[in-house]
């Protein structure tokens, strides 16, 4: 039987989405999706779309549900995520999953399996204002918990490390509390409407401990479709 493996990875900003992702993405073989990436890709460009989504961004506010589920729904028709993907960063409203529900239907894939990685907030706003990228490979390093080898460059490619314009404590408290508001909800809509499976993962711990977590989870016979390379 062919499987198709559908993850969304679902927490507050700073849980370590994004760290998982591409660690889950190897593992798993299939695509990783990040939404957040996709938006800021379009925020670089200077048509009027792209300014209103890079002013949304700074703000630390959602970017409307239709902008988002469009560029999702292009990427999601590409051919490489044709026997599953992962999601980083999506949905985020219950429109937004119920419109992932439509898309998957009519792709014929499996219901999606959500891992919700959990983090006091305290932690969050910490790990948010001292989080450092590298744009050409995609390292994420943390200054308090996982600070580059040399000061301001990526250990991977020794490219200058940049920092996310919504990575500051202001910006942070106004994502936690759309985070809150409108995101935190879309657990119920997988909980309580049926329409995935759910699992939860304890994020305040080290990168490694959250993804052997999160492996042993998948490897469960509650959710035996979801099957690791070794
Ligand atoms: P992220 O990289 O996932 O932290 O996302 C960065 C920012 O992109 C968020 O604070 C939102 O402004 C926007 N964004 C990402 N994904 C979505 C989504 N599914 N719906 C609305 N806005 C989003």
Avoid at 66 to 92: K, Q, T
Avoid at 103 to 130: K, N, Y
Avoid at 200 to 225: G, M, Y
């Amino acid at each position: 039987m062919e499987v198709h493996v559908v993850l969304l990875l679902f927490g507050p900003p700073g849980c370590g989405k994004g760290t998982q992702s591409p660690l889950l993405r190897d593992r798993l073989g299939i695509p990783a999706i990040s939404t957040g990436d996709m938006l800021r890709r379009e925020s670089e460009k200077h048509s009027d779309t792209g300014k209103t989504i890079d002013c949304l961004l700074a703000a630390g506010c959602l970017v409307p549900n239709e902008m988002v589920n469009h560029l999702l729904e292009a990427r999601l028709a590409e051919p490489d995520c044709r026997d599953g993907f992962l999601i980083d960063g999506y949905p985020r409203t219950v429109e937004q999953a119920s419109h992932l529900h439509q898309i998957l239907e009519g792709l014929d894939l499996a219901a999606p399996t959500l891992v919700h990685m959990d983090v006091p907030d305290s932690v969050l706003i910490s790990r948010l204002s001292a989080r450092w990228n590298c744009r050409s490979c995609g390292a994420i390093y943390n200054l308090l918990s996982k600070p580059p080898l040399r000061d301001g460059f990526c250990d991977i490619d020794n490219e200058p490390l940049w920092q996310r314009n919504d990575d500051t404590v202001e910006t942070a408290h106004c994502r936690l509390d759309a985070y809150k508001a409108v995101t935190d909800p879309v657990l119920g809509f997988y909980k309580l409407g049926g329409t995935g499976n759910v699992i939860h993962v304890n994020a305040h711990q080290s990168p490694d401990a959250v993804f052997e977590e999160i492996k042993a989870a998948l490897e469960t016979e509650v959710f035996s479709p979801v099957r690791l390379r070794t």
